[in-house]
């Protein structure tokens, strides 16, 4: 194996061969774990008396493999385990083996929604050295990767102000920024300009790109960005936002509380950054 300076090295071997590893099994989307809340790590996932539908070899997290897995959807959990969404694991399972669950439920769903060609409709099989499947027709050749959806999330602010709104799908109360998918044809930087002005009719300049977050839900790769009002009477898009205002700092509404997700690093590096500790 390649001593990578990461964490987590993905793989594209496709051969779960013999030896003790991490198991990432999920039932529909949600993770098998133990009471303990990790993952069960052992060599066949027969020793719980499970059978997957299919599995698939992620790569290694440390030296440890680590494989996903897709259960049948009526399966009950072994005794000292159970299933439970990614959302409900968010501070309950590790940090590391979280990320890998994110990359494993995403590996599951390509795999479940590509084994025929969506353009011929023969069956599909592994592409040989790459994260794909290849229709086995050889006059179609068609090529499946697991599927990634870019999309923006954006902090706006005025001075000591900041640009929140509330979905109606939010629990009651809650504001957090704005986000949107990018289109195709698409930049990222045109998406956050389009989905803010959409949403609020306000303007923004000064575009400051924050970092980003893989998230599973379904497929998702958040792009954060950190922008300044720039006009515009806030006017919020009735088929998407409740509500929407610029807060003061020293007023600030109710938010997610945690920090797991890049929603919550943008809020709280603008609390920061105004000398204000955020939320616990």
Not at 26 to 33: A, D, S, T
Not at 61 to 88: K, T
Not at 206 to 215: A, D, K, V
Request: hydrophobic share 40%; glycine share 8%.
């Amino acid at each position: 194996m390649v001593d990578y300076p990461f964490a987590f090295v993905p793989s594209t071997e496709l051969q779960v061969r013999a030896g003790s590893y991490l198991w990432f099994a999920f039932r529909k989307r949600e993770l098998l774990v133990t009471d303990e809340f990790t993952v069960p790590r052992l060599d066949t996932l027969e020793r719980l008396g499970l059978t997957p539908v299919r599995a698939q070899f992620l790569g290694h997290l440390g030296q440890q493999g680590c494989v996903s897995a897709e259960l049948p959807v009526d399966v009950a959990p072994p005794p000292g385990m159970q299933f439970l969404e990614l959302r409900q694991l968010f501070g309950r399972l590790p940090e590391p083996l979280m990320a890998v669950a994110g990359r494993a439920i995403q590996t599951v769903e390509w795999d479940r929604l590509h084994q025929f060609c969506g353009s011929c409709g023969a069956p599909t099989r592994y592409h040989p050295t790459q994260r794909a499947r290849v229709c086995s027709d050889r006059s179609c050749g068609g090529l499946f990767y697991p599927r990634l959806t870019p999309a923006i999330i954006v902090i706006v602010e005025r001075g000591p102000e900041v640009l929140l709104a509330r979905s109606p799908h939010f629990p009651p109360g809650i504001y957090s920024a704005l986000a949107g998918f990018v289109e195709p044809g698409e930049s990222v930087e045109d998406a956050v300009h389009r989905e803010v002005f959409e949403e609020t009719r306000v303007q923004i300049k000064n575009l400051r790109y924050f970092g980003s977050q893989p998230w599973p839900f379904p497929n998702s790769l958040m792009l954060g960005f950190h922008a300044e009002y720039a006009g515009g009477e806030i006017v919020p898009d009735p088929e998407e936002i409740e509500d929407a205002a610029l807060f003061h700092i020293d007023a600030m509404p109710k938010t997610f509380r945690g920090s797991v997700s890049i929603s919550q690093w943008l809020l709280h590096d603008f609390l920061r950054r105004h000398g204000r500790e955020p939320p616990a």
